[in-house]
Every structure is written in C-alpha cells, then in structure tokens.
C-alpha cells in the first residue's frame, strides 16, 4: 500500500499540472483577499471572516489536481502499468486517493499561508483589525475541505472516465450548480457538497444558514466517501481495453 | 516453469465476438508465435491472459494461475501491450521509477532495464518526445523491470528499427532458451520464422491451427491457408 502510494507521489510531483496548480492556487487565493478587504462588510469581525475564508478558494484547483491525475491514467493509457503492477484494482485506487489527497493537502497549507500573510498586510494597511478568535478554526477548515477535494476529483474521474467530461461536469456541479441551487433554494444548499465543504471552512451563508463547521464537514466527507466507493465499484469491473 | 495456458476463453464486447471458446498454450522454454488477422482477438486474449480484461468464459493462467492472483506479478510475467501508453510529462526514467517502487523492486533496476534496451541515452528526456520505437523500447525496459520469467509481447516489434529487432530477437531467443516462456503477438511472418518454437493462429476468435513452424511449405502458405 505504501509503496503505491510513494510511486503516486512520484508521478504527481513530476508532472507539470501539479505544479502549476500548486503555484496558481495560493496566488489566486491571495488575490480574493484583496477584494474582501476593499469590498464594504457588515461588521469588521464579518470582514476578517470573509477574508480568511478565501483560503477554500483553492478548492478549484485541488478538485482538478484530483482530477487530472486520475483522468490522465486513462487519457494517457498508463493505467495499464498500474494493474499490471498491481492486478487487484481497490489498492491502486486507494493510493490514488491518499497520494492525491496528500498532494492536495500541501495546495491547501500552501494556499491557507498565502491567505494569512494577505490578510495579516491587507487589513491593517486599511484600517481594520488584522486577526478575531475566530481565525484559526476558518483556516483550518479551509485546509481540510480544500484538501478533500483532490480525492473528490480522483473519484469523480474514474466515474466520469474524461478529463474534459470531468472537469466540466466538476465545474458545474461544484462551482455554479450548487451556487444556482443556493440561490433557488437556500434551506437546501446546506445539504449540498458545496454547502457542507463551506461550512467546514467556517463560512456564513447569506440565505439559509449552513450546518455547523464539525456538521459541514462530516457530510462533506461522507460525499467524497460515497463518491469513492462508487468509483472503486466501478474500477473494479470495468474492462482496461 | 512459467507456462502460460489458455483455457477455453471467450470474450464478447456486445454483440462483437471478440475471442471464441479459444484454448492453446505457451510452453516454458520456448517461444511461442501468435498470428492472425487484424481483429483476430489477439489483443483480447492477451489482456484476458493479464487480468485487464474480464472473459466471458473460460480461464487463462500463467504458471497454473490466474494473472490476477500473481503476488508480485512483474516478477513472473513481464507484459508490452499493443496500445499502453506514458504520461507526457514525465521522463523515461521517472516512468520506470514509478513502477519499480510501486512493485517494490530494487532501485538499481531503472538503469539497468535502460541500458539493456538502448534507452540510457533518453533516460532524462520527457516521453512526449518519444518516436514510436522510442516508446516501444522503454515498454520492453517496463516488461524487463521485475526480471520476470515470462514475457507476453503483443507486437513488440512495431517501430523498431534494424538494431532494434536484431537485438529483440537475439534477446527473445537467449531468452528462451534459459527457460523462460515467451508469448509473443506479431504480424511478421518472417521474424516468426526465425525465432518461433511453436506458432498459434487464430481467426474471428477461434484457434485455427497450431504446431511449430512448418518446415517446407513456409509459414505464409500456411498462414493464408488457414487464416485467409
Ligand atoms: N473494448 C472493446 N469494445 C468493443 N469491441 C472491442 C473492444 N476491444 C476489442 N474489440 C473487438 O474485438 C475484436 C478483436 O480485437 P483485438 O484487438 O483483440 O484484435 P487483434 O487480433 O489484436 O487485431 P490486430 O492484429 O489488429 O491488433 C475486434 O473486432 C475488435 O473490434
Ligand atoms: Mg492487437
């Protein structure tokens, strides 16, 4: 198992997506900070949340980390390597999801600190206080969802079976559809993915409210669970032709 | 020994017969030449042989077993598949460090299994650069990692120049002769003859004949005869 894993990381940290999305996520996430910092907030306390909780947005580029990764073994026929190595189909799976999940969780620590360091200058360059209590948990559950994401992106990959398909249907799913849907129908969106993930990253909700953080983040978890059990399902029967 | 067995396998894709009720074998110590048309389910059958690819009826076995129930299969059987491809992004040798520590061979093998295919040149380039023999060597080098005591070759020679399949065929033949089994797919008859201890053609799915290569009338009679 552990060997599967460290030969994931290998060809994760080798291929040139990952580290450009390691690169870009902590600069985007640092560029949303500027705009929560310069946009009018109810209350300073408000403010300081709302720039801390930028550091989820990196969850794009995790999800699509995840993604690519996957999708690039079928895209790229290398998959075969992989089953030849090892024929029994749930480990190599498994270790997809860990490495990748690994992979995603150095992008989320990456993309936290670049938040921190933007808010801690930002803030107080523009008058406003720099850190509440409240800080530390909003960037830790910003680490954790952002990082559960990747093997999100892994299973979605496998069960999608395209790169392009994928990240589409990712982006749909998980950037407009459940903003759509939040929009529709507030006292829903809690429930959705995209609702637990952000109340796992301390967000408040504008409409109905979100689940609390622990809450948020056990569903978001199950989601991915559930995601991945039904792509190890999958993988298992599928035919590598 | 490592003898690979075919038994009674049957693949459909659909309403495609791909493979049909087909049964032959590959002896240890020998090379064995497996013919037949485009479409013939060759591809299939190996994949079937190497777990891959789930048959609809039958068994194929290597050494008396299932590929899947291989533990550490890269050191029985050592597999180039007509269609398996690289990451772009990554170098020859960073593909070859991947699967040696994922089947958790010894580090040294990754220059070794270079160097035996030509390749130690390439080892640090990308293999989206890579020319088809290019590619095709660096599927040997991955077959050779785990020192394996069979290989099963589906048209390993496609693309390889001269001294490339001079070097295949000396190195299939020595091969061989210390005992291993090779299984090896091709279209060139005239490679079959040189190196083949036992040829199997096939047709539509189905075992049209087999033995070892005909003395006298020559391979492509029979060939066509049975196969056309
Ligand atoms: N994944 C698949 N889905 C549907 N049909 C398939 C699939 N794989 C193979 N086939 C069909 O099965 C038959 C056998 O194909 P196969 O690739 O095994 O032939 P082959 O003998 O290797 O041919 P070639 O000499 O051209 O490589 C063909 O009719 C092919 O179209
Ligand atoms: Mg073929």
Redesign the pocket.
Known sequence: MNRLVRAELIKARASRATIALGAVAPVFCASWVVLQVIVPAASDADRVANVYNMAQQAYVFTMILGILGMAGEFRHRTITWSFLVTPRRGPVLAAKLIAYGLAGLVIAVLSAAATLVAGLVLLPANGHPALTSGVPAVLAGAVLSTTLYAPLGVALAVLVGSRVVAVVLAALLFMYGDGLLAWLAPEVFRWLPTGAARALGGMRAEGGALLPAWGGGLLFAGYVAVTALAARLLTLRR?V? | MTSISVDHVSKT??K?V?VDDLSFEAPAGAVTAFL??????????LRVLLGLVTPTAGEATIGGAPYRELGRPLEHVGAVL?SSGFHPGLTAATHLEAVRTAAGLAAARVGEVLDQVGLAGAAHRRTGGFSLGMRQRLALATALLGEPSALVLD?PANGLDPVGMRWLRGFLRAYAHDGNTVLI?T?VLSEVERIADHVVIVSAGRLRWSGPPTAGSGLEDLYLEVAG
């Open positions: 035919d032709t | 894709f659909g495609v791909a037949g048309p485009n479409g013939a389910g060759k591809t299939t059958t007509e048209e797919s279209h």
